[in-house]
């Protein structure tokens, strides 16, 4: 026996030093910038090489009720939903009921003459001209207040364009929310439902749907913010506007975790449209800016990264996926001031250390 004590005691110390990339190293990486970022509640999933490697919920979903975290929790997916309303769009693109090239007055009544240059796909990569709505000026919404498509579109045609169609790259969700409405008008289906019909459905995303306050939804997380160094809960938004389609959906990691295998298959969308998807934009001058359709797109190390966040309503959300390593990771957190992107990042890192900070990416 004593001739296998030495043995025994490296397996023992083997088992029990941190390795880069094993649950105690990502647990002590998340409870680390969930104390420094003071969030409440993290959902957390990592998938390598096609395998679910973790899921794990870390915090509380309801402060209030001291519910914990699960990777079953529901939270708000914030402009992560964008990709999905993308999907739906060359869903319709590829039946042939919408061209990317189409301007966007062929779908929208009431479209102004300043919109004449617009193209669906400006609208698809933040090149519109058109101003957020969340603008830098106050927000040109009232987001208590319950408005018709009608109404949106009139909001929107109301504000001045920000600059030339194709012009520059600028951020904008009142983009999404027209997108939102081509699909209902071009396919004559709420863009919720052609979603939950064509992709959440064949997908088995369970817990993936619209916003809802009136629904029963189970495992929903409740969402937080800070103010004047309280948490405090998420602010009111009206029934209307938590089902326009810049981002507007509940989810789980889980289900995420069904998008992401789906991505790398054509289930959905041709490859073609997948790749389509993930081109940097060309403005007016031939240059490039790294944003594809409802896609941040970036390199680490030479290698390709397909993402984007989300930030809404006491939530904020971060797919990461390392298209050239097979790695993704999702990150869902329950606090409105929450930066849940540095934290999928170094996630990345202590599974492939390789890889670490973007060199570019956009689309926040």
Not at 169 to 187: D, E, F, H, Q, R
Not at 289 to 297: I, K, N, V
Request: overall charge neutral.
């Amino acid at each position: 026996m004593k001739k296998w004590l030495p043995v025994l005691l490296t397996l023992l110390l083997l088992c029990t030093m941190t390795i880069p990339g094993r649950a105690d190293a990502i647990d002590d990486y998340v409870q680390n910038q969930m104390r420094e970022q003071r969030i409440p509640g993290l959902s957390l999933a990592i998938v390598q090489n096609d395998r679910l490697v973790k899921a794990k919920g870390y915090g509380l979903a309801n402060v209030e009720l001291n519910v914990p975290v699960a990777p079953e929790s529901v939270f708000q997916s914030g402009s992560v939903g964008k990709q999905f309303t993308a999907t739906a769009v060359m869903l319709l693109v590829e039946e042939g009921k919408i061209n990317l090239d189409d301007k966007i007055g062929r779908y929208l009544a009431g479209a102004p003459s300043a919109w004449r240059g617009i193209t669906v796909c400006h609208l698809l990569t933040h090149t519109s001209g058109i101003r957020d709505y969340e603008g830098e000026n106050g927000p040109a919404i009232d987001f208590r207040r319950d408005y018709t498509d009608e109404e949106l579109v009139a909001r929107a045609a109301a504000m001045p364009l920000d600059f030339a169609p194709g012009e520059k790259w600028k951020y904008s969700n009142t983009g999404y929310v027209l997108l939102g409405i081509i699909v209902k008008n071009a396919s004559g289906q709420f863009y919720g439902d052609l979603l939950d019909e064509r992709v959440f459905k064949p997908l088995g995303m369970q817990a993936t749907r619209v916003i809802t306050e009136a629904d029963i939804v189970a495992n929903r997380a409740a969402g937080y913010r800070l103010e004047n160094d309280a948490l405090k809960n998420q602010a009111y938004v009206s029934p209307s506007l938590n089902r326009t389609a810049d981002g507007s959906l509940y989810l789980t990691v889980l289900d995420m975790v069904k998008w992401d295998a789906a991505l790398y298959t054509e289930k959905l969308l041709k490859k073609s449209s997948l790749e389509r998807m993930w081109t940097p934009v060309t403005l007016n001058d031939g240059k490039t800016y790294p944003y594809g359709f409802g896609w941040a797109l970036g390199s680490v190390a030479g290698r390709r990264l397909i993402e984007h966040a989300g930030q809404w309503q006491g939530f904020t959300a971060h797919i990461a996926r390392y298209v050239d390593d097979k790695l993704t990771v999702i990150v869902l957190t329950n606090l409105a001031q929450a930066n849940p992107s540095p934290i999928a990042h170094g996630i990345a890192g202590l599974y492939v250390p390789t890889l670490g900070q973007p060199q570019s990416s956009a689309g926040r």
